[in-house]
């Protein structure tokens, strides 16, 4: 497979990180865990420590096979050079920060940024000396220009925002952030296979392989991919010095994910889209916000940008009902699982008025919304499940 870069999406995601030389009996890897590795001689050990950025057996920590196959698929498919797996998506995060931000730097952050990331910042990562500034996910060129110090070291992104599902504009602001020599990190786990970050001036993409790489609702994982030797070096030595390690077996049941990835995404997507536009037509919601909709703020940007959709999205309800009202309907819900990790193969629901926090533009905060993953279920059977449940929100709102 020479020539990589020209095989589509699927067959990539089929015939990555699995060297069939290596392990000729089965088609996949095999599952390797370890934390001694033994060398012939010292000086064998001695050349293994001389390369810390280069996949070769030293350490338990340093990874090992499995880790490394999966590393290897997770970069091909963003596009990237290299990729540093993690125990779990917030890891990834806080990597990626510690690597790009450190004591007395400041970074930019879109208001949407997923909510732990935003804890990690006004807590631990303002101990740790972090300086920072959240932005309008839509902010304009001079509006952000304006935001950067001189001691602004990145902008992070993320895209469609967490819970509102703002698009942003990443070729922007990969401009802005080559202009003028910083990093652009981007969260990208809602856009994985769909988004390609590093073709649009991402210097290091974030995933929460937790989600659809995953797919069933078993893993925790994160990755970090890199485009340069430089930033990979960054991760890397954040990496290790902060101890972070992935179980192989979680590596192993992501790369087994990460075969089916494609045929999952492409059902979530439509079943998203048709259950999203079922509800747009409901007179109980006033705005569903999928960026797949073409009148969901931000769909011009997903049309340009992105090649598909997953099945996360979010909806509003009009004024005319109470959280206590929306609290009834999700509780009613007889297929939706509520719970907050998306990207399996269950339908899931959480009610997000309350959990969103925005300092820079409040006008997302108090709007009466629930969160819908769209998992792999007969799409008419959750349409008629939700039929029902927005029943129970007429006859909740009824009561009162
Ligand atoms: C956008 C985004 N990034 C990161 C994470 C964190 O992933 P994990 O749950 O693996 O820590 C999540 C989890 O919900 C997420 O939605």
């Known amino acids: 497979m020479s020539d990589k870069k020209k095989l589509g999406r699927a067959t990539r995601l089929v015939h990555m990180g699995r060297n069939h030389a290596d392990h000729p009996a089965f088609v996949n890897p095999p599952l390797e865990r370890g934390s001694t590795v033994l060398f012939p001689t010292v000086a064998m050990r001695n050349a293994t420590r001389e390369r810390p950025f280069d996949q070769v057996l030293s350490y338990g920590l340093k990874g090992g096979p499995t880790h490394f196959h999966l590393e290897d698929a ?44 935003r804890n990690f910042l006004t807590g631990m990562g303002t101990d740790c000396g972090m300086e920072f500034t959240f932005y309008p996910p839509d902010i304009d060129e001079a509006g952000l220009r304006a935001l950067m110090r001189d001691n602004t070291t990145m902008i992070y992104c993320e895209s469609p925002g ?56 078993d893993v925790m994982l994160g990755a970090i991919t890199t485009n340069s030797d430089s930033d990979y070096e960054r991760v890397r030595t954040v990496s290790t010095s902060l101890g972070h390690f992935a179980s192989p077996d979680d590596c192993w049941l992501a790369l087994r994910g990460l075969r089916t990835l494609n045929v999952r995404l492409r059902a979530h997507m439509q079943a998203g889209l048709r259950v999203a536009g079922w509800l747009r037509e409901q007179p109980e919601v006033a705005q569903v916000l999928h960026p797949g909709l073409p009148d969901t703020p931000g769909h011009e940007i997903w049309k340009r940008d992105f090649t598909g959709a997953c ?13 206590d009202d929306m609290v009834a309907m999700i509780d009613g819900l007889q297929l939706f699982g509520i719970g907050a990790s998306w990207g399996g193969y269950e339908s899931l629901v959480l009610p997000v008025t309350g959990a969103i926090t925005r300092t820079a533009d409040q006008k997302s905060a108090e709007r009466l919304m629930f969160r819908l993953h769209i998992g792999l279920e007969d799409t008419d059977d959750l349409i008629a499940d939700l039929k029902n449940g927005l029943k129970l929100l007429q006859q909740h709102a009824a009561k009162r």
């Open 74 to 117: 997770i970069a091909e498919i963003e596009g990237g050079t290299r990729c540093q797996i993690v125990s779990t998506g917030l890891a990834a995060v806080t990597t990626a920060l510690f690597a790009y931000v450190k004591n007395g730097r400041h970074g930019l952050f879109p208001d949407t940024v997923y909510g732990p990331t």
């Open 162 to 217: 967490s819970h509102t599902m703002e698009m942003q504009d990443v070729p922007m602001l990969s401009r802005i952030a080559k202009d003028v020599g910083v990093k652009l990190v981007m969260d990208n786990t809602w856009g994985f296979s769909l988004f390609a970050p590093f073709e649009h001036g991402v210097d290091c993409s974030i995933q929460a392989a937790t989600k659809y790489i995953g797919g069933h609702s």
């Open 311 to 323: 099945g996360l999205f979010s909806v509003e309800l009009t004024p005319d009902y109470s959280y």
